[in-house]
């Protein structure tokens, strides 16, 4: 049987989303618990006028810009450089191993950040 070749774009956003959705998790973290002389400077001193770039200033809607611009970049930067290919031999990527990958991902984001807030309601 032969190899099916990735597609540069499915890899590159693929590993992007699985990347992101760890990282949304820890960025949800770090903004609640970065604090500086009393003020939590990058959920109200960064994110929050990010947000108001769209209008209203809120720091969700950084969050969001800032995770959606990331996931753009680093697929973008997979996909359309070498980096692809060496990526997919190094972690002998199918299809259904990329997959496992955005849901591996993924289910790291939501422990991390159910964690968090479970710490935060309980434990404190």
Do not use: C
Request: a neutral charge.
């Amino acid at each position: 049987m032969s190899e099916v070749k990735m597609d540069p774009y499915v890899v590159g956003f693929g590993l992007s989303a699985a990347i992101i959705a760890v990282f949304n998790g820890i960025l949800n973290v770090v903004k609640e618990l970065f604090v500086l002389n009393g003020e939590k400077v990058l959920k109200d001193g960064i994110l929050k006028p990010i947000g108001g770039l769209l209008g209203k200033p809120h720091h969700w809607i950084g969050h969001g810009i800032v995770i959606l611009l990331l996931f753009v970049i680093i697929g973008l930067v997979i996909s359309l450089t070498t980096l692809h290919e060496s990526l997919v031999q190094r972690l002998t990527l199918t299809n259904n191993k990329l997959g496992i990958w955005i849901f591996v991902g993924t289910v790291l984001g939501i422990v991390i950040i159910g964690l968090f807030y479970f710490w935060e309601a309980f434990l404190l």
